[in-house]
């Protein structure tokens, strides 16, 4: 195991998307024929340990899946990416989450989510991998997994003296505690995100700014909105600065707060390489037969971690 072993480490869902394109989704009893299936491997906790391992990352991950197939199809993208997993437990009880999702003619989508293994996260598994989150120099968390989980993760990193990124996705139906704003140093919503967290409208500049500022009053040191085709906008004391999605495009702009703001940069967290050195990646050898048993929903979508974060890791 190298010296830079759990440099970022990721606790999140884990799931397996059963995708199905139809010319237009069934009525209530219909039944119609579909033109393509595909199975993805993903969950939000996945996805952004993948990206981050692509990226020149010495990523672990901390979640649990079920005893079945679908685990192992979790297990080797992990172990292809080069993902550790030696805190990712096997579920006895509860499978491996998975998702639903019809996509239509048009694009519009309709989703199912069963979390099973994802929603018997709890903060016992947190403590049974307390030793690499005391170590970990970057700590991604989102809320497909209980709050409760996510919260401990949360404390236990900031602790530590890790820098803590919350992806607050799915967007949640009830207030984020203001102990786990405490506890992070950024939250990454999008646009509905960041809507159902302040009330803020963020479809456009202005209210995107508006709306990063109503979380750091919130508690949030910095929040970074991402915005689709815009790019992204970073929100913290001292300023606001946009990033477009085309660096080839546009330059970055920088508002400040005020006049005599401080122009200070935020101090991007980075994980350097394993000097070409190669990863062992250990089986998931602990098995659970309860979990905390705490529901929660969750949406699922397949798609990658933020660019920016992707690269901000990978840079010398």
């Known amino acids: ?45 996945n996805n952004q340990a993948i990206a981050c391992a692509r990226a020149g990352a010495d990523v672990s991950i ?31 009880e509860a499978g491996t989450g998975v998702a639903d ?13 069963v979390p099973r293994a994802n929603a018997r996260v709890c903060p016992s598994d947190i403590d049974a991998a307390g030793e690499l989150l005391d170590r970990a120099r970057v700590v991604l968390v989102q809320l497909e997994i209980p709050i409760d989980a996510v919260l401990h993760a ?16 799915p967007a949640p139906a009830a207030p984020l505690p203001a102990a786990l704003y405490a506890s992070i140093d950024l939250i990454t919503p999008n646009e509905s995100e960041a809507r159902s967290l302040t009330g803020v409208d963020a479809r456009d500049d202005e209210g995107a700014e ?20 815009r790019g992204t906008l970073l929100v913290e004391a001292s300023g606001a600065r946009a990033r477009p999605r085309s660096r080839s495009t546009s330059s970055t702009r920088r508002r400040p707060a005020t ?47 933020s660019s920016w974060l992707a ?5 010398p």
Request: with cysteine; aromatic share 4%; proline share 5%.
């Open 259 to 305: 006049r005599s703001a401080e122009r200070s940069r935020p101090s991007w967290p980075r994980a350097r390489r394993s000097s070409g050195r190669s990863r062992s990646v250990a089986p998931p050898e602990r098995s659970l037969a309860r979990g905390s048993g705490q529901s929660h929903r969750c949406r699922c979508e397949p798609r990658s971690m």
């Open 1 to 45: 195991m190298s010296e830079l072993a759990g440099a970022v480490v990721v606790v999140g869902s884990l799931n397996c998307d059963f995708v199905t394109r139809v010319t237009r989704r069934p009525s209530g009893g219909e039944t119609v024929m579909g033109q393509s299936f595909d199975l993805f491997v993903g969950g939000k906790g």
């Open 311 to 315: 690269a901000g890791l990978a840079e």
């Open 210 to 229: 508006t709306a990063g500022r109503a979380l750091l009053r919130l508690g949030a040191p910095r929040s970074l909105l991402t915005l689709g085709e």
């Open 101 to 113: 999702i019809q996509v239509d003619a048009t694009g519009q989508n309709a989703i199912v989510v």
């Open 154 to 169: 949360a404390v236990r990193a900031k602790r530590a003296g890790a820098y803590v990124v919350l992806n607050p996705a």
């Open 62 to 92: 901390v979640g649990r899946v079920g005893a079945d197939a679908f685990a192992d199809l979790i297990v080797e993208r992990l172990d292809a990416a080069g993902v550790r997993r030696d805190h990712l437990a096997r579920d006895l």
